[in-house]
């Protein structure tokens, strides 16, 4: 069974980070695929009697201000707090590395321009570029996993033009360049893929950092939106019974935590487990 693995997650299975990483998202990825098969109730049904109900035999978790049951809820929010988080770093990666590896390649007034262009936006705080975009565009969940991504991609871009920096000079790209190969396919087919380990293992890290704004941007009212059952927004609609019930606060707010730590986790071991130095 080890012969037919991949080396790399071989090296990432027999990381301790790695392996906690893969079985927090493992028991997640169970949620966002099965969470409303497995809910016991419906997420939007009122159980009037049972009101801000604690834990119990009846309701795991408790219920909320309206009789909700807060683990059928939290287990269909997991599909939308995990996938916005999957979303907007996908979209952000896609664009920070096509433009990290056009700047990166082409070099000369290009590479200044563009690279000045992602500075002016990495000395502004991610946070505050993503509320001044849903505040321009709207809240909504397309809006801010476009913020998100858009926050993301200068990051990504310095990244991905370091690493094609230092694979551009190397003989098989001169090679390539020598025998008069289209720049495109430079590019794609011998550039970037030498490129994508730091590209992937950046991106794993992001995830995290993603659920955690979308679960902010819910919080203020620009994500989700009612009736959505997102984990944010679930910890928004509990400000005001979070001193008495604090348990409506709690678990929203553990399924983020987890999250953001296991995709760090995994980054963490995908980083030593791609390192063929570091793991020699």
């Known amino acids: ?58 309701f795991w978790l408790g219920t909320d201000n309206f009789g909700r049951d807060l683990f059928s809820r939290m287990l269909h929010g997991a599909r939308a707090t995990i996938l916005f988080g999957l979303a907007a770093t996908a979209l952000g990666t896609a664009a920070g590395a096509a433009i990290g590896l056009l700047a990166g390649f082409l070099g000369g007034r290009l590479d200044d ?59 098989f790209v001169q090679a390539c360049i020598a025998r008069g190969e289209p720049r ?20 794993s890290i992001r995830v995290g950092f993603a659920i955690m704004l979308g679960a902010t941007l819910s919080y203020l009212g620009f994500g989700a939106q009612p009736p959505s059952s997102e984990w944010g927004l679930l910890i928004s609609n509990a400000r005001g ?19 953001a730590i296991g995709f760090n986790m995994l980054g963490d071991g995908l980083r030593d487990a791609l390192n063929l130095r570091a793991s020699r």
């Not at 570029?129 to 993301?152: D, E, P, Q, R, W």
């Not at 970037?192 to 992937?200: A, C, E, F, G, N």
């Not at 019974?241 to 999250?259: D, E, K, Q, T, Y």
């Open 241 to 259: 019974f979070m001193f008495r019930n604090p348990w409506l606060v709690f678990w929203p707010s553990l399924g983020i935590a987890l999250a």
């Open 113 to 171: 321009l563009i690279m000045r262009i992602v500075d002016v936006f990495l000395a502004i705080p991610n946070l505050i570029i993503i509320l001044l975009i849903v505040s321009v565009l709207g809240g909504s969940t397309v809006n801010a996993i476009a913020a998100v991504a858009l926050g993301f991609a200068p990051s990504l871009a310095r990244i991905t033009r370091s690493a094609v920096l230092t694979v551009r000079e190397r003989d």
């Open 184 to 203: 495109s396919y430079i590019m794609f087919r011998e550039i970037l893929p030498v490129v994508i380990p730091p590209i992937l293992i950046e991106a």
């Open 1 to 58: 069974m080890t012969d037919l693995m991949p080396p790399w997650l071989g090296r990432l299975l027999r990381n301790p980070l790695g392996i906690a990483g893969v079985v927090i998202l493992s028991a997640l990825m169970v949620a966002v695929v099965f969470g409303p098969a497995l809910a016991p109730y419906n997420p939007e049904a009122f159980h009037v009697t049972r009101r801000l109900s604690g834990p119990s035999a009846e």
